[in-house]
């Protein structure tokens, strides 16, 4: 069984930072693609940013050269460093994961429960 476990989501004012990270838990043989999606309230989830196994990160427009994709295979690990923070980045933030192979089974993608980010003064 596959877990993602999100961590780093909370209240920040504007124009500050916050740092997510999504950590996958099991025993994992290989990820393929990670990403974070938010949701806002009354919106549809879009994609922030998602990065391959080899390192290509693919960022929205809306977050580019503020937010910073990253994350570290031998740990299972991605992160979100997220900078110069705006009221619009206010959403759930949800972990991806796509094509994980695991030692009992293949997932073609698996999503986590969710972190909160407020922008507010």
């Known amino acids: 069984q596959v877990q993602l476990v999100e961590s780093g989501g909370g209240l920040v004012q504007p124009g500050g930072s916050l740092s997510l990270s999504c950590a996958a838990s099991?025993?994992?043989?290989?990820?393929?693609?990670m990403g974070w999606y938010r949701q806002a309230p009354g919106k549809q989830r879009e994609l922030v940013a998602s990065?391959?196994?080899?390192?290509?990160?693919n960022y929205a427009d809306s977050v580019k050269g503020r937010f910073t994709i990253s994350r570290d295979n031998a740990k299972n690990t991605m992160y979100l460093r997220m900078n110069r923070l705006e009221p619009e980045d206010t959403a759930v933030y949800y972990c991806?994961?796509?094509?994980?192979?695991?030692?009992?089974?293949?997932?073609?993608?698996?999503w986590g429960q969710g972190t909160q980010v407020t922008v507010s003064s």
């Open positions: 991806k994961v796509e094509g994980i192979v695991t030692l009992t089974t293949t997932l073609n993608q698996h």
């Open positions: 099991g025993i994992i043989f290989s990820i393929d693609v």
């Open positions: 990065i391959t196994s080899s390192g290509v990160a």
